[in-house]
């Protein structure tokens, strides 16, 4: 009879309770992790959906390096295909699809010590090229960037190559490839992704204290409210989501006070007020609107937390957020892109465990994968609002004067020596 020591059992028995995980995979392109990963671990870069439906990765960093290679995500196959290499390496740039398809990406930097690039340069779907475009007229390191109605790019703020506030902004006309000055902004502005397009055709911009609007046709920029929003605090590090109604919800950030909060901006009146908190304060994360009019918020980072693969919605209609079910993967900056069935990507970004990530996941608002009774033991919640019935579980004898006790793998009996 061959027998195992207590504490190997105990090794065992801690390995099954606390081992519980979601179900593996399921077949074809259900919700779950991508069988190809990424070509390589990709961080600080804007992820941009095609206009065909696929998904662009462009530059970013893996960990160790600044990249400038890019590759496309196939929808319908669920693997990433590599495209040819951006002409500069470059991470925390911004990226813009245009109206004609092909995607503009302006700025960034090379490297930490590098400070800030005035570059810019075309991909062309259709050939999987890039093509370089005049250099925009100053270096920005984490530019804000939207696309006009009119077909232009607002590209604005950033910081220079001494990690100062760049407080200008310029406008890139596709149809000649140039740029031209435009009216500056009163704050500093910076963030690729903190800048949206409204209703009535102004853009605003939230980030530091102070949110602006910027008027196209006249190209003056004018306050959007009081200093620190409703909220009264500094934002970086959050994200800014136009509502089906034309509100604006801006959630999370770096300060504590930003990090649990959440507000909205009316553009018809001109104000902010406060919204429902979120369940879990977070920076660092995703978000964007369902098709069912809700906004969905992935992953991100808190301080006292780490990378979180927590997952909430909130209901515009109620002001009221759900928890949703999480990410298979913690994610702090990974890349959050809708695609045409549905479904969300969930791409790149990093966590404490295994550093920056080469991994995708297709997540569906609609959908919750159950976990698995395989490591686990007793009734267990399921991740999905049921419970699990997974069967008794075996206690560890105490040990007395005589010994402790040992675990028989033949009979699953625990004997005394």
């Known amino acids: ?82 495209m040819g290499a951006m002409r500069t390496a470059r991470r925390n740039h911004a990226a813009v699809r245009l109206a004609d398809g092909r995607v503009l990406v302006a700025g960034g930097t090379f490297s930490a010590s590098f400070g800030a690039l005035a570059s810019a340069e075309v991909f062309d779907p259709g050939t999987g090229r890039w093509t370089a475009v005049r250099d925009m007229s100053e270096a920005r390191n984490e530019p804000a960037a939207v696309l006009l109605p009119d077909g232009r790019v607002l590209v604005a703020g950033g910081f220079d190559v001494d990690r100062h506030p760049v407080r200008s902004a310029e406008l890139f006309d596709p149809a000649t490839g140039e740029w031209t000055r435009t009216g500056a902004p009163v704050s500093a502005r910076a963030g690729a ?64 006070r930003a990090a649990a909060t959440a507000e909205l901006f009316d553009p018809r009146r001109g104000e902010w007020k406060l919204a429902a908190p979120p369940a879990m304060p977070r920076e660092a994360h995703g978000a964007l609107v369902t098709p069912e009019g809700r906004v969905l918020v992935v992953g991100g980072f808190h301080v006292m937390s780490g990378s979180l693969a927590s997952v909430e919605s909130y209901d515009p209609v109620s002001d009221t957020w759900s928890v949703e079910p999480s990410l298979w993967e913690a994610r702090r900056g990974a890349g959050l892109v809708p695609l045409e069935d549905g479904a969300v990507l969930v791409v790149g970004g990093s966590n404490d465990l295994e550093g920056t990530l080469a991994t995708s996941e297709r997540y569906d608002p609609g959908v919750c994968t159950p976990l698995t009774c395989e490591a686990t033991c007793g009734a267990v919640p399921d991740g999905c609002g049921g419970t699990l019935e997974c069967g008794p579980c075996t206690a560890m004898p105490a040990c007395a004067a005589e010994g402790c006790g040992v675990f028989d793998e033949e009979d699953l009996a625990f004997t005394r020596r």
């Open 1 to 82: 009879m061959k027998r195992v020591s207590t504490s190997c059992a105990m090794l065992a028995l801690f390995t099954m309770v606390f081992s519980c995980s979601s179900a593996p995979p399921p077949e074809g392109l259900e919700q779950g992790m991508v069988s190809r990963e990424l070509s390589t671990p990709r961080k600080l870069l804007p992820w941009v959906a095609l206009a065909d439906g696929r998904v662009l990765a462009a530059g970013g960093h893996d960990g160790s390096r600044t990249l400038s290679s890019s590759e496309v995500y196939e929808p319908e196959t669920g693997e990433w295909y590599a």
């Open 193 to 256: 992704q903190t800048g949206v397009v409204l209703g009535n055709g102004q853009v605003l911009f939230v980030s530091g204290l102070q949110a602006e609007l910027y008027e196209p046709a006249s190209g003056q920029w004018t306050k959007a409210g009081p200093v620190g929003g409703a909220a009264g605090t500094h934002r970086s590090g959050h994200t800014v989501t136009v509502l089906p109604d034309g509100r604006v919800l801006v959630v999370g950030g770096t300060t504590s």
